[in-house]
């Protein structure tokens, strides 16, 4: 079996904050010692709020932002430092697809300029071969031949979006990382882009990194699922299991927050308080201010992540681990 | 007040707007009665906020606006401004999507809360503090006496979701528009401010309109919701009807298109295509063009909204679902 495709290990990333204009700045860990490992072809989930720090990990995977502190490894390679020309070579083997699609594409230039930049970037394809790729691209996200010489204005969202994924995977790459890809469609359009995304990745067993705070398109699109609260994450299991039997008592909160269809509001948990300002993170645990079942050692200690079961991770002390009694 | 209870509060009738001649809403009806909640879905584009910006006159001078929107009786559309005045914000009160957008971030929060109680109920000084203060932590916001001289950016996104809701408050309206109150929030605090809109609404009694495309949020604070779709009304009815039985095809493929949370993981199912052009709306049914259940007539003549008394009503040639077993009053079960 092969390798990981990516693996990241204590991945540290800190801002400097200033409180107020005058104020001292005080760093900010968005990123506080993360690890994760993905596999060629494999889906990870990464939820959270906003504030959990999880678009900047997203960024960090693919090297466009830092890491002052920790290790990634890009299949098997030590990932080259931001801008040199050996990064440069490497992204496109890894892509990135934001949630405003507009903002993502160039107004001035039509849909088939834009996806066959990467191509001309990286070298790909020859030019009297590039308009047959283009078409290929095309068609492979659902557009039409004919709108092939649109701008971007002339396009809908959800066609905008399917833009910028062709464009992604023109250079034909082996990691995806979509940071909230369909958020900003509605329903209808959102199922009919998740259906292409999971298609593209299987066809072409592509890694895929898929960031969000919507649970509901994470469970259907994700292998596995980390939950990230505060810049760390606090547990990680597959899809199937940590959404039908969430361990972690902020996990469990995420999950009784989505509304469903036809399921009261009474008897849900609803969380008191709002995240904590990552500048000011809570001693002990740092999800223990908001935590229904917080004990002393909550608010001392924090809780590493840990092994529960097979394939299972969590970072709370009253998780109870399942594969060997807690020694008394 | 010399209110009739038995009476609607708001009353849409035909409401039709369009903008540079381009008709975006193609007549609405809608009755709203005095403490009911009503849900409004469907995607962007459809009609649901412009149906509310149109009856309280907050649109563009561009739209024209034809219809009549009565609140217990008197005319709305067309009326003056001091008559449009006594009613927005006082009487029907609005939220918006972006809460930090809505205020003003150079005025003190309190002083916002102030100006909003001096217009619609004449308090001023001391008297308008108190009330602040109490509209404040109604809407949950700790610590109010402390924070009533910070500005919005001091607060949170929720935190300034529940100070629109406690500006909203300040007329004691008899109906709350609230226009997708919680897309902008995280899941947790999105839970926290549906529960303060249910709670508020069994507290003062107050109509609520909630506007959404969330199907889940909409089941959870409404009674009945109209689904809309190019501009009509295509389905209404109770919510338990409507999401145990949607009866119009465009209402079952929203549903079917919500990815789950429970049960197996399935492959989605979208509703093909995407939603017509306003300019370029087909003949006939709006939906035809994504719907896998048209026939000939669907094509050629658009079917009308029918009523059908406690069931709702619907706008459909060809029904999905079960048709419903009564046509009359359900009887209560032995």
């Known amino acids: 079996m092969a390798g990981p495709i990516l693996q990241a290990k204590d991945l540290v990333r800190t801002y400097e904050v200033r409180q107020g204009m005058f104020g001292r700045p005080s760093p900010v860990r968005a990123v506080d010692g993360i690890s994760l490992t993905i596999m060629p072809g494999e889906t990870l989930g990464i939820v959270g709020e906003s504030g959990s720090g999880k678009s900047t990990l997203g960024r960090m995977l693919l090297g466009i932002d830092p890491a002052q502190a920790g290790e990634i490894a890009f299949d098997g390679q030590a990932m080259p430092k931001l801008g040199t020309p050996q990064w440069r070579a490497l992204r496109a083997k890894m892509q990135l697809v934001y949630q405003d699609p507009l903002a993502a594409l160039d107004r001035r230039l039509t849909i088939s300029a834009q996806i066959a930049e990467p191509l001309a970037i990286h070298g790909l394809v020859p030019l009297e071969h590039r308009q047959t790729r283009v078409a290929e691209l095309m068609s492979a996200v659902g557009l039409r031949p004919d709108q092939a010489d649109r701008y971007p204005h002339e396009l809908s969202g959800g066609q905008r979006q399917r833009a910028v994924i062709a464009r992604a995977l023109a250079s034909r790459p082996k990691l995806l990382v979509c940071d909230e890809p369909v958020s900003a469609l509605d329903v209808s359009i959102q199922a009919q882009v998740v259906n292409m995304l999971r298609d593209l990745q299987e066809e072409n067993h592509i890694a895929m990194v898929f960031i969000s705070h919507d649970l509901k398109v994470v469970r259907n699109i994700a292998d596995r699922v980390a939950v990230m609260y505060l810049g760390r994450i606090v547990e990680e299991a597959s899809s199937d299991v940590i959404f039908q039997s969430p361990l972690h008592p902020y996990t469990r909160a995420l999950v009784s927050s989505v509304p469903v269809p036809g399921r009261p509001l009474k008897g849900r948990t609803i969380l008191q308080g709002e995240p904590p300002n990552p500048a000011n993170r809570p001693s002990g645990c740092a999800f223990h201010p908001r935590c229904p079942m917080a004990t002393d050692i909550c608010r001392t200690t924090a809780p590493p992540l840990r092994a529960i079961s097979a394939d299972r991770t969590a970072a709370c002390h009253l998780v109870a681990d399942s594969a060997e009694p807690v020694a008394a | 007040m010399t209110a009739d209870p038995t009476r609607n509060l708001v009353e849409l009738r035909d409401l039709k707007v369009a903008f540079d001649g381009v008709q975006v809403l193609h007549g609405i009806d809608l009755d709203v009665r005095r403490g009911e909640a009503i849900g409004l879905v469907g995607e962007s584009g459809c009609g649901k906020s412009v149906t509310w910006l149109a009856a309280l006159g907050l649109l563009p001078g561009k739209a024209s606006i034809t219809g009549s929107v009565r609140v217990d009786g008197d005319e709305l559309l067309g009326a003056p401004r001091p008559v449009l005045e006594r009613v927005r914000g006082k009487r029907i009160a609005m939220i918006f ?81 609230a226009d997708e109150p919680t897309t902008a929030l995280d899941a947790t605090i999105q839970a926290q401010i549906l529960d303060l809109l249910i709670e508020l609404r069994a507290e003062t009694g107050m109509a609520t309109i909630f506007i959404s495309h969330d199907l889940g949020a909409v089941s959870q604070v409404c009674e009945r919701a109209c689904v809309m779709y190019a501009g009509r009304i295509v389905e209404q009815g109770k919510i338990d009807a409507l999401f145990d039985n949607p009866r119009h095809p465009y209402t079952r493929g929203l549903f079917d298109a919500l990815p789950r949370l429970d ?49 709702g009503s619907l706008a459909c040639h060809h029904p999905v679902g079960a048709a419903p077993v009564a046509a009359q009053p359900v009887l209560e079960p032995a």
């Open chain 2, 97 to 177: 999507q972006d809460p930090s957008s809505s205020l003003n971030p150079v005025l003190r929060i309190g002083r916002q809360i102030t100006e909003a109680l001096a217009i619609h109920r004449g308090l001023a000084g001391d008297a308008a503090k108190a009330e602040a203060l109490r509209l404040m932590d109604m809407v949950g916001i700790p610590d109010a006496r402390r924070r009533f001289d910070l500005y919005s950016h001091e607060f949170s996104g929720g935190q300034c979701q529940r100070l629109m809701i406690a500006m909203a408050l300040a007329g004691q309206p008899d109906l709350l528009v």
């Open chain 2, 263 to 311: 049960g197996p993981r399935t492959r989605l199912v979208p509703i093909a295509g995407t939603v017509p052009n306003p300019r370029h709306l087909p003949e006939g049914c709006a939906f035809a063009p994504r719907c896998a259940h048209t026939g000939p007539d669907c094509l050629s003549e658009r079917p009308q909204l029918r009523f059908n008394g406690v069931l």
